[in-house]
């Protein structure tokens, strides 16, 4: 059984795993009446033992098969509504091909489909849909003001799935990728507060005002 990991300071409860080959954060939240799972890449079981046995929402960053790939078990086990973007929908419940750099992986109905601007309350979270095309043609971030939580020293959170790294960015050369959009999306996290916590789809968290001085000055 993966460890799970506890983010501190933030305006919401966050836990995560770091499951398979590509060292994936898979991000458990709860606000104590709903429970998101964030990018779930593999072991449903993991997963599920890591929320309770209780799933509410699936949200999905973006396509790829490390970010999806245990979505549909996960979706089968628990009854949970699944959320993506409107853009890479269609590819991860299989409507549309497979782009050819893409591992296989089963395909998942997505129950709810998000555009940028949207507010997607789960529980009691009201996430902002951002979306950040450049890794894929529909990759999103979420976005939770600290002004949500009781705690008024509390963090915002920002899920930047593979668009913000510490230290770096998504990767731009796989089919759909851009870096012209990478640019635009980057700027768009930029105007964040410093202090927002950033929760990226591989490797450390990190914060807005950290990459301000590295991944913004350099790309935005």
Known sequence: MA???????????IEYLVLGMLQNNVY?????????????SCK?????????GSVDAIVLTHRHSDHVGAAKE??????????ASAVDAPIISGERKLPRDDTRFAPCPVDHVVNDGD????????????????????????????????????APVLVSGDTLFCGSIGRTDFAGGDMGAMRRSLKRLAVLPDDTIVLPGHNDLTTIGAERKRVFAYYA
């Open 74 to 83: 996960l979706r089968d086990k628990t009854g949970a509504t699944v959320v």
């Open 119 to 154: 507010v997607l309350k789960i529980g009691n979270m009201p996430w902002k849909v951002i979306l950040t095309p450049g890794h894929t043609e529909g990759s999103m971030c979420l976005f939770i003001d600290s002004q949500f939580g009781t705690d008024i020293a509390a």
């Open 3 to 13: 460890q799970t990991r506890t983010v501190k300071g933030a305006c919401v409860p």
């Open 44 to 52: 449903a079981d993991d997963i599920l033992g890591a929320a309770n």
């Open 28 to 40: 458990l939240i709860s606000d104590g009446s709903a429970t998101i799972v964030v990018d779930p």
